[in-house]
């Protein structure tokens, strides 16, 4: 009777272990499934490609460039206005703050990463847009600007998380070996505890693309969302806001082009993944 | 020992109820009506809905508003009972078995930001920004200032409607494209140089209705057909499935008599 | 000389930076909570709380997008804690082979990664399509059940890791079959991973909106539970979504989302306790 039960506990722990194959599986097949056969119809050229997207015309075009390179463009502009303030703000902390402040901050910098991204949007779209207008001069703020901008302070909350914890872990004793070479406060932190913490600041830089790259609700509400192809003050549309926007009316043809770009996206998020996995297992490796 | 009864316990609970729901996948439950489709029809929808379900107890009303072209192909797939439109059917929607029923005409507003000066446009002066070809408000008897378009996603009913009857089908160029009513309106709200359209029903006073070619839109002016934007609200049924009694039940009450006053509260015109 | 002033030069100025990133980022922190604070408190009553919304009244009230939302996280959660301990007790538990251990553990990385809009539209197609489940909470659940699989997993493993050897040895020393060491011995110590995992994605579930968009719907009927979970329904954070876009109405939504913030702060300040509970128990 025991071992009956316990045959069966191994199979059901087994089954379990075995599900976020299955669901990798499932969602991989999914989009395989769905995004090929308009790849096939429009062909991959012409998908990939293409600098216009006017899937509702009587001759309809499915060109994707230019949400691929919003998407590159917005990612490497919140990149670059995120990881520096995220990268020192996350320094500060780890090695310089009092502890009440590291503790504090550290709360409501969680609090951040909680907020749904539809507030981050909808603050953007009531506060950001019209600033950016106001500031640069032009007709209308909604741009790839403002979107990157929102990005920017989206990734914030996991570039400081991951990079204090790995700052936190870096040996004391390194520290102290240095100070007692007579090396400032500041030369002992960027010259020994960020090299030593490097594996995890990447994976956290790493980790900020990807939620840049995904991102939907927010970019949404404040890149203006017309298929142009990609200006810094320009009304842009990205690859998941291409997706979400139009869903829900789409058909035929239309909708399969629309799970391609899922595809595209997915094939995105996969790079990133892996260069992730490399870059995180490579630190463990040297430790 | 206490933890262990517990915790053991809990497991339990949770993996019946993952089986309990596991298998309790819905099929139109009796008593249900689901509607599913246009956005632009929320407010006529709701209020229909919950006046039907104040007739009806016992009758459970559900609308998701998902847009025309996704209630269109969720009656098409039979994933609800009445689909919701606020355009035509398409010949090969009707093709595929769809049934159009005209529920009521909405008028589409051009608004824009309420410091502007322009108060008044014609059809082809509309065209004309939509298309790209007029740029200033100064063009247009306004002060100096970059017209902002905006516009609808593709696929929208509002937008559908606007552009075929302007013309300016496949030909806009727009400055934002954004996927609903709310947006469209604030965003003309904080921009003072914002044009754009929506749902007689969802303008209210934030922001200024413009006259098309001198006619102010108003119920009387949707109906007798002399303002010019306007669309119909659809139901979308399947021909030769029959309702179910409950969703039989709503579509007469919809098209009836008493139902008029309902439809009219929400902004609309009663198509019959 | 000179060369130690360049040295302090550099050390103020690396401060100056550490400084003055540090102070946007509490600018950006403050102004954010600040601005939905601003907005949204004054719109809160029990009114708002308690009633349902009227197309006929023109009233706006959250009651049915709580309890969705409630019981969105039930079931989400109730399918999730099996599944996630169950994969977590497998791999340090019955997983003798490392390649298979690599491979869930890939496949857990690769979850997290993927954006909630691909998760929304393959639970769109696999639940809602395939499996007939319509639009519904059943359907969104499910979704987010796969979306926070990895963060079950991982906190319940990494509790699982801090388990003493001896312990299960103890127990297979006195003759007692694998599960019933498992039940009784490995199970109960990770308790805090699961409890902690649980809370991370009731938090990830309070804040998700793209995912469930396609899949749960978002009508604000009010249901029991049973109904509830096979209709459409929107979360509090879809809800915001809706109401934000489709109707205008930024009050409102703003009121949600100081709703969301307090709940945000809630499920982190619990994190925290559990885990200092947790703590001071393992030590003592």
Redesign the interface.
């Known amino acids: 009777m025991s071992k009956t039960i316990d045959k069966v506990m191994q199979g059901f722990f087994l089954l379990c272990g075995l599900i976020t194959v299955g669901c990798v599986c499932l969602i991989t097949f999914y989009l395989i499934i769905s995004g090929i056969p308009a790849v096939r119809e429009i062909g991959l050229g012409k998908f990939l490609f293409g600098k216009v997207w006017a899937s509702t015309a009587k001759e309809p075009l499915y060109g994707i460039m230019p949400f691929i390179l919003t998407s590159v463009y917005g990612t490497v502009g919140a990149i670059m206005i995120g990881v520096p303030i995220g990268f020192f703000t996350a320094v500060y902390l780890a090695k310089f703050a009092p502890g009440w402040i590291k503790k504090s901050v550290g709360f409501v910098v969680s609090l951040l990463a909680s907020i749904p991204s539809v507030v981050y949007g909808l603050v953007g779209m009531l506060v950001l847009v019209p600033a950016v207008r106001e500031l640069f001069q032009i007709a209308d703020g909604a741009t790839l600007f403002a979107a990157m901008i929102v990005l920017a302070v989206m990734i914030l909350p996991s570039i400081i998380n991951v990079s204090v914890t790995a700052l936190d872990a870096v040996p004391k004793k390194y520290e102290q070996g240095a100070l007692a070479l007579g090396a400032t406060e500041c030369e002992t932190c960027f010259r020994v505890s960020v090299p030593a913490a490097k594996s995890g600041i990447i994976a956290s830089v790493v980790l900020g693309i990807g939620r840049a790259v995904g991102e939907a609700m927010a970019v949404m509400m404040v890149s203006g969302n017309v298929a142009n192809m990609p200006k810094l003050f320009g009304s842009v549309r990205f690859l998941t806001t291409a997706v979400a926007s139009e869903m829900s009316y789409a058909s035929g043809l239309q909708k399969q082009a629309l799970f391609s770009i899922a595809l595209v996206l997915f094939v995105f998020i996969m790079v990133i993944n892996f260069v992730l996995r490399k870059v995180t297992l490579g630190g463990d490796g040297a430790k | 020992m206490m933890k262990r009864k517990i915790l053991t316990a809990v497991m339990a609970v949770s993996m019946a109820v993952s089986c309990l729901t596991g298998c309790g996948s819905s099929g139109g439950a009796k008593g249900t009506v689901t509607t599913d489709g246009s956005t632009s029809m929320e407010k006529v929808i709701g209020a229909l809905g919950e006046s039907f379900m104040e007739r009806n107890q016992g009758i459970n009303f559900s609308y998701n508003p998902t847009g025309s072209g996704s209630g269109i192909s969720a009656v098409a797939n039979g994933t609800c009972d009445i689909g919701l439109s606020s355009r035509n059917l398409k010949e090969e929607e009707k093709a595929d078995g769809l049934q159009e029923t005209v529920l009521a005409i909405d008028g589409i507003a051009v608004i824009v930001n309420k410091s502007n000066e322009v108060a008044d446009l014609s059809l082809e002066q509309i065209a004309g920004i939509y298309t790209g070809e007029i740029t200033n408000w100064s063009e247009l008897g306004g002060s100096d200032g970059e017209i902002v378009v905006i516009g609808r996603e593709s696929g929208s009913g509002t937008r559908d409607g606007f552009e075929s009857i302007t013309g300016t089908e496949d030909a806009c160029v727009l400055r934002q494209e954004l996927t609903s009513t709310g947006d469209v309106i604030a965003t003309v709200k904080s921009n003072e140089n914002a044009i754009g359209y929506a749902s007689l029903a969802s303008v209210d006073d934030a922001v200024l209705t413009l006259s098309v070619g001198g006619v102010l839109p108003s119920s009387e002016t949707v109906l007798d057909g002399s303002y010019a934007i306007q669309r119909p609200f659809v139901l979308v049924t399947k021909e030769g499935k029959e309702l179910s009694a409950a969703a039989k039940a709503f579509f007469d009450y919809a098209l009836s008599e008493e139902a008029k006053e309902v439809i009219e509260g929400a902004g609309v015109v009663p198509a019959n | 000389m000179r060369w130690e002033t360049t040295?302090n030069f550099?050390?103020a100025a690396?401060?100056a930076?550490?400084?003055?990133?540090?102070l946007?980022?509490?600018s950006?922190?403050v102004f954010?909570?600040g601005?939905?604070l601003g907005q949204g408190v004054k719109g809160l009553s029990i009114d708002f709380l308690t009633t349902k919304p009227?197309?006929?009244t023109e009233h706006i009230g959250i009651l049915p997008d709580i309890l969705n939302t409630v019981y969105i996280l039930?079931?989400a959660?109730?399918?999730l804690?099996?599944?996630?301990?169950?994969?977590a007790?497998?791999?340090s538990?019955?997983?003798k082979n490392d390649k298979?251990v690599r491979?869930?553990d890939?496949?857990?990385?690769?979850?997290s990664?993927?954006?909630?809009?691909?998760?929304g539209?393959?639970g769109m197609?696999?639940f809602?399509?395939f499996?007939?489940?319509?639009?519904?909470l059943?359907a969104g659940?499910l979704t987010l059940v796969?979306m926070n699989?990895?963060t079950l997993?991982r906190t319940t493993r990494e509790s699982l890791l801090s388990v003493a050897k001896g312990l299960r040895e103890g127990g297979y020393g006195l003759g007692a079959?694998?599960?019933?060491v498992?039940?009784?011995i490995v199970?109960?110590e990770c308790?805090d991973g699961m409890i902690t995992g649980c809370i991370l994605s009731a938090?990830?579930i309070?804040?998700?909106?793209?995912a469930l968009?396609?899949t749960a719907?978002?009508?604000h009927?009010l249901?029991g539970f049973?109904?509830g979970?096979?209709?459409?329904g929107a979360t509090l954070?879809v809800a915001?979504?809706?109401y934000?876009?489709?109707?205008?109405?930024?009050q409102v939504?703003?009121s949600i989302?100081v709703i969301?913030?307090l709940l945000?702060?809630i499920?982190?300040m619990s994190a925290e306790i559990v885990k200092a509970v947790f703590k001071r128990k393992k030590e003592g």
Not at chain 3, 17 to 22: C, E, K, Q, T
Not at chain 3, 113 to 119: F, K, M, R, T, V
Request: net charge positive; aromatic share 12%; glycine share 6%.
């Open positions: 040295r550099k050390q690396w401060k930076l550490m400084l003055v990133s540090a946007i980022t509490c950006i922190l954010m909570i601005y939905v009227s197309y006929l039930v079931v959660i109730a399918v804690l099996p599944l996630g301990v169950g994969a007790v497998y791999l538990e019955y997983a298979v491979v869930i890939y496949a857990a990385d690769i979850l990664g993927i954006p909630s809009i691909i998760y539209l393959v197609l696999f809602c399509q499996l007939r489940m319509e639009t519904s059943l659940a796969i699989l990895p997993m079959s694998k599960w019933r498992v039940r009784s199970i109960p308790l938090g990830r309070l804040g998700e909106s793209a968009l396609f719907g978002f009508a009927t249901h049973f109904d979970i096979t209709n459409a954070t915001l979504y809706v934000a876009k489709e109707q205008g109405e930024f939504a703003f989302a969301l913030m945000a702060v499920v982190n």
